[in-house]
DNA sequence: TTGTATGCGTTATCAG
DNA sequence: CTGATAACGCATACAA
């Protein structure tokens, strides 16, 4: 036996199958009495709303909006900025009727899911050269499409991170307390992704690590940046261990994520330092401060949920036919209680 | 001008409709001379395959999996066993073609978007009184669905664990070195989520945190019991707190997760006690281990990864028309370095 | 406020 | 291997 469509139960209600149209839809004043014997016609016949695939494909929309991510979701979703920034996407596209569809864009050249995944537009997250695949797909496709820091050229709007401004604000910070032998934990410097000391003349490829790398040159030309895996509480031990093992030890440490500098500061408290009286950590982010009490980091405030509302926000606008602009999100710098001044 | 549509290419290449669908399709051989033809119009028309609308309508499927949960994302991700668990299940779904679409059900009354959302199955994730609404719109829409950590009752295939087991497993592995002075914290007991130790007569709506502690009490009847916020680090360090300044001070803490487990762990060292020397302390889960470095928990390691794929393939059976087991995992026990033997 | 007519873009079926 | 035909289930423009 079939399931029911709404032809039969306007049928069975006596009505056109336009009428009964009207009463799911509510785009069309219904009279009561006729809305009553549709609605029971309806429950009669066991019919729970106009089926979802043939109403996308009559109005044009599917009410899905496709996130694309270039790694595995349980790597994208263990940094606690991808979580917030999704939420407020979700509440954004919420907001818009539609709903949130993971896509994998795994480089790996099989056929990509955003082919012929029903979505009336799509977020890329992050940037690498993966990326440039799902983007031509997106574009033959006329798809509205968003670019969450990166940089898609060509017209597509970005919602973008005052990355250099911030990072070179801490430095500011630091600097103004008296420290000049600073050292800074990035975050990958590519998709090769080696820890270790960094050599200060190869170009970094990952967007995010590159400007806040130049925002602490901006201030310290000369910091040394130490690079790590990513971004992870341990990882952060592990990096900071080897940072405070250097001699002269710096009496700063530019963490470019508050995981990283948790992690950093769990190292220096495994090596006997106090802090801030001994050395001085920053974070980056300002999300997680879960695993810091009951210290307090010192670290730039990103809007992260914020960042995900200005991708719906922008997704709304060009589907309205609209054009959306790139957007500049600015970051807060928060002081916490992990810098102090410059040991004597 | 209106996209080209899939009679366009054939009128173009000089073939019938049907004929340009399968060189798309695969679905049946088609002349390699055909087929260039096809490909070549569709190129030269900017066709870029068939509508994913149309084609759902069509078949009769979306490819789409919608992932129900009861908490803002940014909540619910800041798991790790959640986070983990959706990595395998993205990877089964995955392997079926299909994406994973994200659906909030806020209890909010609000018209829920699972009415609406074409998805072909459905996963529900955890288990609250809000989730029998979304329950009731599955089983109206006769969507197939799988139940993760809950139980829905009438035939409803579930992915459980042997949360009970598991941790009198743990318990025992504490009574056999000694301990009998054991204190568990536990996962919030119910929606309300309140802080501090528990009466041991009232009942434990969420079933995880219940299981957990009678595995607990199966091997220390008595167990006193604190129930956190939430699974955090800063939450385990709050609470390990509160416990460890208890008297008698408990020789042992057994917590239901290793995030909790984690802050427990900086509690005990700020309390200025040796782990394992002074107090013992276990987790749960098995996943994060980040940020007890150096040390390694003693705790459940459960096969989150395979939770996500074990539902996805009862998705894929349901799929196929036939009937879907409830399937149980099970966890190991890991002895990391912070559980010992009683202090004289 | 209700009904009529039409097509959204595709693909399964079956005959050639 | 290819083509003709017929839905898939609905929402809209327009007329009544």
Redesign the pocket.
């Known amino acids: 036996m ?9 049928r069975e209600a ?9 009463v ?2 509510g ?5 009561a ?3 009553e014997r549709v609605l029971a016609a309806a429950a009669s016949l066991g ?1 729970t ?3 979802p ?3 996308s ?4 929309r599917s009410g899905i909006v496709g996130v694309v991510f270039r790694d595995r979701l349980g790597t994208v979703f263990r940094d606690p900025v991808t979580t917030v920034m999704m939420d407020g996407l979700a509440d954004a596209v919420g907001h818009l009727g539609a709903g949130l569809l993971l896509l994998r864009d795994d480089g790996s050249g099989g056929e990509p899911a955003l082919n012929s995944a029903p979505v009336d537009a799509v977020v890329l997250l992050g940037w690498s050269a993966g990326m440039l695949a799902s983007l031509a797909t997106v574009r033959a496709r006329g798809l509205p499409v968003v670019v969450i820091e990166g940089d898609a050229g060509e017209g597509v709007p970005q919602i973008l991170l005052d990355n250099r401004e911030g990072e070179a604000l801490i430095a500011r910070h630091l600097r103004d307390l008296g420290h000049r032998e600073v050292v800074t934990l990035t975050l990958p410097l590519d998709s090769r992704r080696r820890a270790g000391w960094a050599d200060p003349t190869t170009a970094v490829a990952v967007d995010v690590t590159r400007d806040r790398l130049a925002g602490v040159r901006d201030v310290f030309p000369g910091a040394r940046a130490y690079a790590s895996v990513g971004s992870l509480v341990d990882e952060g031990y592990a990096a900071g261990t080897a940072i405070l093992a250097r001699h002269p030890r710096p009496t700063a440490i530019i963490a470019q994520s508050d995981l990283l500098a948790t992690g950093v500061l769990r190292a220096a408290r495994d090596a006997g330092l106090r802090v801030p009286e001994d050395v001085s950590i920053t974070g980056f982010d300002g999300i997680s401060t879960d695993g810091t009490a009951p210290r307090i980091l010192t670290t730039m405030v990103q809007p992260a949920a914020e960042k995900g509302r200005a991708a719906g926000a922008a997704i709304a606008a060009m589907l309205a036919g609209q054009d959306a602009p790139t957007i500049r999100l600015t970051s807060t710098f928060r002081r916490g209680d992990t810098t102090g001044a410059v040991p004597a």
Chains 1, 2 share one sequence.
């Open positions: 079939r399931r029911a469509t709404i032809t039969d139960v306007a006596g009505v056109s199958p336009s009428t009964a149209s009207v799911f839809s785009k069309t004043p219904v009279s009495q006729t809305r019919y709303g106009p089926d695939r043939a109403a494909l009559r109005r044009g």
